[in-house]
């Protein structure tokens, strides 16, 4: 009686999702329809190979039932029975694998298997193609992307050809992957730099974890890099400005009668407005852009402290100490600087190193300090300030620099403004009684609508 079988091939194919494997691969459909593969059985299995070579274009060697046992006698097979044939590969159980579904030749629907890897030691047609088991998570590469880029690592060393294998090979898993007891989260990354280049870390992902990872494995290419993406962590965490938050906590932990002291401090940016700042030491603190509308900051220490393009709106400052001080474009409008006990607010600026020059040097000295800008620098900065409206009777701005200022409206009773620098500063409307302007830098400067009568032993120019 003529018998009817169907033949199948056990072939290398690339997986659709770049996971490329020895698979297996068949044609599938809901109403199977396999007419031109179902071939009459002749008489000796080297015509069947024969003809299964024709039918489906391959090198038939090997021939399997469905249940994976080699057949070596035609009288061994049965009428419709489904084989497969190979090219040599051993034969793969497709029950212990998942085949997704796409669209094959005439739109029939082609399932490809992405589990199956390559054994080693058996030859394929494509060797290049290899599955790496990383902490039970299979990752699909090439020989050439773990050997090119680096070559002395421990994974080109471990997939190297025997005959220049510096490491011996892993075990493997059933399906054919190097087993390798690594963390798969970390390895991700790693694996894909070798394969362009590039350091792509997600956002949830430790670089301190695939630094570790890196060294494992031995890329000191990507070791250097984390390594440098390590420190500016670390430095960039070491540098964070502190918050208002932390201000706060610092604050209720403290007795109110303990000094507290804030020099360095990175305050940038901080929201500090209305908060009790009293006596607190800011000396070289950075308060840029800070917000201390409303705060209280009375004989506070700023001494060179960088209060630049910070908002002061109506904070008290009695009796603070601002020497060198950086203020420029700060909003000071409304503050109190008037100490009903006397205590003057003071930013006067250091002149006692021009005494240490002989006479001859002191004109030469100065005039270099003009030419470069750095005279009026030895006291505050208020340069484009604005503090209309403060008062500031009695204060102490010796030296300071306030060019374009807007000091409208101020009370500057007894302020002390000797050798400051007020070109192009607003001062109308404000109250100069008894102030000392002598030395100041008066070019451009508004006195409109003075309180006051200005004499002339005030200012001299």
Known sequence: MEKNITILHISNIISLLMLTKYLISYEYNEEPNLKDKTVELPDSLEKLLATASTKLNVEAKLLFTAQGGEIDDINLIRDDELLYISSG????????????????????????????????????????????????????????????KEPNSMLA????????????????????????????????????YLRHGQLILD????????????RFFGIESLVKILENKVEDEQESSDCAPLTRRDVINTLIATSWSAELRFQGVNLA???????????INFKYANLHRAKLSGANLSYCCLERTDLSHSNLEGAILLGVKMLRANLEGANLRSCNMEDPAGNRANMEGKLWILFLLTLSLLKTFLLFLMKSNNFYSLGVTLKGANLEGSR?????????????????????????????????????????HEANLRGANLKDTAFEYMLTPLHMAQAIR
């Open 89 to 148: 590969e051993p034969y793969i159980d497709q029950r212990q694998i998942s085949l997704p579904r796409t669209l094959g030749r005439r739109g029939a629907p082609l399932r490809q298997e992405l589990e199956i890897a390559t054994v080693p030691g058996t030859t394929f047609t494509n060797p290049d193609w290899l599955l790496l088991n990383v902490g039970g998570k299979h990752f699909a590469t090439t020989r050439s992307t773990l050997t090119t």
């Open 157 to 192: 060393c471990m997939i190297a050809s025997e005959d220049s294998a510096l490491l011996c090979p892993s075990s493997i898993d059933n399906h054919g992957a190097f087993l390798i007891d690594r963390s798969p989260v970390y390895f991700e990354p790693i694996l894909n």
């Open 392 to 432: 500031m009777a009695g204060v102490n701005l010796r030296v300071a620099t306030l060019k374009n200022a807007n000091l409208q409206n101020c009370d500057l009773r007894g302020a002390v403004l000797a050798g400051a620098d007020l070109e192009n500063c607003d001062l109308s409307g404000s109250d100069l």
């Open 203 to 214: 956002k949830n992902t430790s670089v301190r974890g695939v630094l570790e990872e890196a």
């Open 269 to 279: 940016h901080a929201d500090l407005s209305r908060l009790d700042l009293r006596y």
